[in-house]
């Protein structure tokens, strides 16, 4: 829904122009006013024009519907701004700052954004800024109104009690994975290689015969940040590697280029564009060493001792996994940690490829074979991975998936709670529709007194 929104927003910026002007030469019109805000008829067509491209559909008339969808909005501002809600400037910088590296990212490049918004970098900085402000201030309301809805057991009980079965909400199946992962080892001839290429680089930044972006955008292994020259968008040093943080916060010469820092994604030249707070943008060119099938064949070879030796009972899964080489599992007896929650238990979808090909045929107890996988760095590491646990897709139940199905209650208490709300903010809230605007049937029919 955050996402949705923002992009209904932001449609203004590529369609503003094609409905400019209607057929009797006005401007733009303004369809609805809610308290002292205005809707205009180009924030309506802009919103439809951006879902159809995005291949949204609606329930009902889009002329009724998205009109009532932005004054919803302006409900919330409202009272956003009655609660004097606040939000972090750096934290909407950072997200603009993603929101622009992903277009530039799908687009192509800053000048094929700009072209493609019909709007320079910073004013499409600027009213970005404004919609994620605005989206923020949004969220924090509407989590103010829910904070003190509670659930008892009782009371998910009775609201699933007599609920037909195909109406429960179905438990995809879902799996506890161990793994162990081992590099293939790197020679030293490789490092010397990688290191060479990344000095030349820096000695041709520091003689001005080449631009660090221009660099990046040639030799970068980092396929995020390369179409944008290396760079990077703001960032906490929490969201960069100790290693990479460490050097990216401590220039501050924006036309130095820092030594060579090793990271576990491989090996970086970095240089400063701006620090703001306790943010810093900085481009960088990332090379990762190239592995020889040997060295892959090596851990193929040691990985599948492994195995026999578990399956001979010479020591057991959990203490082999002192041995694997990814950090984020190897202290934790090798058990895969779901990013989305921080628990154990993953659907098939959100396990790597590789490993959920694995887990498919595999019965709970189960070891691998050793396989090539993609790591979430980027790296190709070869592993192998025991089934923990499997449950299968079901109808949920009280014994088995109470926190589901309390969930569910919750949402739908929460959802009665805003829409109580939002019912009663229409009654004291000052809202004219042109006429030509009222002929719909309103989820919410208080708009029209």
Not at 115 to 131: A, C, P, S, V
Not at 221 to 240: A, C, H, N, Q
Not at 372 to 379: D, E, S, V, W, Y
């Amino acid at each position: 829904m955050k996402i949705r929104s923002l992009f209904i927003a932001l449609s203004a910026f590529v369609c503003a122009s094609v409905f400019a002007q209607s057929d009797n030469n006005v401007i733009d019109e303004v369809i609805w006013i809610v308290g002292d805000e205005a809707i205009l008829k180009s924030d309506v067509e802009n919103a439809r024009m951006e879902a159809l491209q995005q291949g949204q559909r609606w329930e009902g008339d889009p002329y009724c519907v998205i009109p009532e969808q932005l004054a919803i909005q302006k409900l919330f501002l409202h009272q956003a701004a009655i609660d004097s809600v606040e939000v972090s400037d750096a934290e909407v910088f950072q997200q603009v700052d993603r929101r622009i590296n992903y277009y530039i990212q799908n687009i192509g490049s800053k000048e094929k954004m700009e072209e493609y918004f019909g709007k320079t970098m910073t004013q499409i900085r600027d009213q970005l800024y404004n919609l994620i402000r605005d989206d923020e201030m949004t969220n924090e309301v509407r989590r103010s109104l829910v904070k003190n809805v509670k659930v008892t057991p009782a009371q998910v009980r009775r609201y699933f009690k007599d609920m037909p079965e195909d109406s429960i909400p179905f438990v995809p199946t879902k799996v506890e994975v161990q793994i162990i992962t081992r590099h293939p080892a790197i020679p030293q001839e490789e490092v010397d290689r990688i290191k060479d290429e990344l000095r030349s680089y820096t000695e041709r930044i520091n003689n001005g015969s080449m631009k660090f972006s221009t660099l990046a955008t040639m030799y970068s292994e980092d396929p995020g940040s390369k179409v944008k020259g290396g760079e990077l968008g703001f960032m906490t040093r929490g969201e960069l590697v100790p290693e990479f943080a460490n050097i990216a916060f401590n220039l501050t010469d924006t036309k130095t280029v820092s030594k060579i820092v090793e990271s576990e994604f491989g090996f970086h030249i970095i240089q400063l564009i701006e620090k703001k707070g306790d943010m810093v943008n900085v481009r960088h060119i990332l090379r990762k060493p190239k592995v020889a099938v040997t060295a892959f064949q090596d851990c193929i070879n040691m990985l599948d001792t492994v195995v026999m030796d578990i399956k001979d009972s010479k020591y057991t899964f959990d203490e082999a996994a002192a041995i694997s080489t990814d950090k984020d599992t190897r202290s934790n007896y090798g058990i895969m940690v779901n990013p989305e929650d921080g628990g154990s238990k993953f659907e098939m979808k959100e396990l790597a490829p590789e490993v959920a090909r694995e887990v498919a045929g595999m019965k709970v107890g189960d070891i691998s074979k050793p396989f090539i996988m993609t790591n979430n760095k980027g790296k190709e590491v070869v592993a192998i991975v025991k089934l923990r646990s499997r449950v299968n897709g079901h109808r949920a139940t009280m014994a088995d998936d109470y926190q589901a199905l309390h969930d569910v209650v919750v949402g739908k208490l929460n959802e009665e709670k805003i829409e109580s709300w939002i019912r009663e903010k229409q009654k004291t809230t000052y809202v004219r529709i042109n006429d030509e605007w009222r002929n719909c049937e309103f989820k919410y029919p208080g708009w029209i007194k």
